[in-house]
T-cell receptor, first 114, second 110 residues
Framework: NAGVTQTPKFQVLKTGQSMTLQCAQD?????MSWYRQDPGMGLRLIHY???????DQGEVPNGYNVSRSTTEDFPLRLLSAAPSQTSVYFCASSYERGRGTEAFFGQGTRLTVV | QQQVKQSPQSLIVQKGGISIINCAYE??????FPWYQQFPGKGPALLIAIRPDVSEKKEGRFTISFNKSAKQFSLHIMDSQPGDSATYFCAASGTYKYIFGTGTRLKVLA
């Protein structure tokens, strides 16, 4: 049981480049989300999804797009990378909708935009 | 805006001491209050969690104290060990969203 798998682990982008961070879970969780972690800022929610075909914005959605075509996958797209998007990105998933429950996190993607 | 305020930002404790981290939330609709532990280079992992129908939950050396009327909850680590050195995040969760605190970096001195 792999849990939540994120790829890549590290990435360096040039300003203006685009890329997709991959996230996959094998626990049949309905709820998936993307966070960014910056020093002193904690974990801030970028986008989330409550099921295939349903996504919504979190606290800091600008510059990012998501889609959820399957239950397992929830990719995060950076359309035109900016240095302000340098961060560590975490994908998380959880089972129950409508009620708080444990979130399972991936190992993170460390992104540097130069 | 929904927020979870966490303090302190950093904490240094001697081995065997008690580590205490505090959080306060605003939204009374939250129904799940977890604490996550994160080691360098790793994703956060659930340490212990509580629901608002109880005032305290203990798992080994880790205890959550929950004060519903004050909208506050805290993590107590008894007999702190160097292996407990990590970043700790509190969170509040309800329908579809998790709101995290800003984190506390704990260092336990040997």
């Amino acid at each position: 049981n792999a849990g939540v798998t994120q790829t890549p682990k590290f990435q360096v982008l040039k300003t203006g480049q685009s890329m997709t961070l991959q996230c996959a879970q094998d626990m049949n969780h309905e709820y998936m989300s993307w966070y960014r972690q910056d020093p002193g800022m904690g974990l801030r929610l970028i986008h989330y999804s409550v099921g295939a075909g349903i996504t919504d914005q979190g606290e800091v959605p600008n510059g990012y797009n998501v889609s959820r075509s399957t239950t397992e996958d929830f990719p995060l797209r950076l359309l035109s990378a900016a240095p302000s998007q340098t961060s560590v990105y975490f994908c998380a998933s959880s089972y129950e909708r409508g009620r708080g429950t444990e979130a399972f996190f991936g190992q993170g993607t460390r992104l540097t935009v130069v | 805006q929904q927020q979870v305020k966490q303090s302190p930002q950093s904490l240094i404790v001697q081995k065997g001491g008690i580590s205490i981290i505090n959080c306060a939330y605003e939204n009374t609709a939250f129904d799940y209050f977890p604490w996550y532990q994160q080691f360098p280079g790793k994703g956060p992992a659930l340490l212990i969690a509580i629901r608002p129908d109880v005032s305290e939950k203990k798992e080994g050396r880790f205890t959550i104290s929950f004060n519903k009327s004050a909208k506050q909850f805290s993590l107590h680590i008894m007999d702190s060990q160097p292996g407990d050195s990590a970043t700790y995040f509190c969170a509040a969760s309800g329908t579809y969203k998790y709101i995290f605190g800003t984190g506390t970096r704990l260092k336990v001195l040997a």
